[in-house]
């Protein structure tokens, strides 16, 4: 159950609500966020939720079966729209491409990137600092140098930046040149990270799991928003299968499914879903037609010079090629 509070409510009310809700032995769990303020119940047999709705104070009363309470659909009236000012949103009737390298490797790249940014209309740049990688030898990004360069060039053309973030010590310092957090599929599961980024008033964009459970998925959500943020994103990437004609087993299922169980807005990733530049168009037009409200991508001017993940990278005419086919089919299938 959710329990809406009204948003002037004062602290005796509360302790009125917390009393009544104590004398029915149900366990609570307040969370305010930067738009609300909400109590998670989790009571043990069922009740009539009337009664709850009449107590002072209470906006609304949900009624929310299931392991996931605050990232369910089942009570909020609408799905989440995250807004970015000037217009620029995520999750409403636009389509959200972040699209740029997958490391960034220098000034040059990050104002040729940007550059094909502004041509194609796109408005997120996605690019990473702290490169999570396999072998503790591989370049592992250019940390807050890099970030500073990619916020520099991105402010002076009204793109928003996406990057990700690998422990909770680099959230205080990121901040101000961040505008989305990504959380990386080998830290799916960092609930620590998970807490402090709940901590936030900026966006976050949670990829799945390598071997992560579209359920393990929300609950890693739901970490964050019982912390205080709402603005979440849920980013399908691919899974590891026994599948090993491709990086990863990217799974379009997840689309609808986490649209049906959420309010959350869905991106996917083809770059890392599929692991082959050749097949990624393909890809993250079907994530599209799938139902996505956004594609996560890499594209780099030299792909097979890239730093990180130059196999699946894409160069800028096909990136140009993918915008056209992305905002035709955006059209067709939005109406
Ligand atoms: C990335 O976006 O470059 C990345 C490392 O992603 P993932 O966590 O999905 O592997
Ligand atoms: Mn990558």
Redo the contacts with the bound molecule.
Sequence with gaps: MIIQLKNNIDKKTIDGIYHDLGTLDIPVYPVRTGNGHYLVCTPKQEFDIRKIGQLKGVADVHRVSGPHKLVNAQWKVGSTKIDFGNGLAIGGKDLAVMAGP??IEGEEQVKSTVEQLVKNGVKFM?G?VY??RTSPYSFRGLGMDGLKMLHRHCAANGIKIVT?VMEKEQIEPMLPYVDIF?V???NAQNFNLLEALGKIDKPVLI?RG?SGTIDELLHSAEYIFKNGNEQLLL?E?GIRTFEKAYRNTLDLNAVPILKEKSHLPVIV?PS?GIGIREHVITMALAGIAAGADGI?M?IHECPDQAA??AKQTIDYASFHTFMEKANALHALIRN
Excluded: M, N, Y
């Design positions: 997958c490391s996605r990473g490169k999570p990700e990504q990386g599929a080998r990829k390598i980013c990437r990733d890392h996560l890499e990180t993940d």
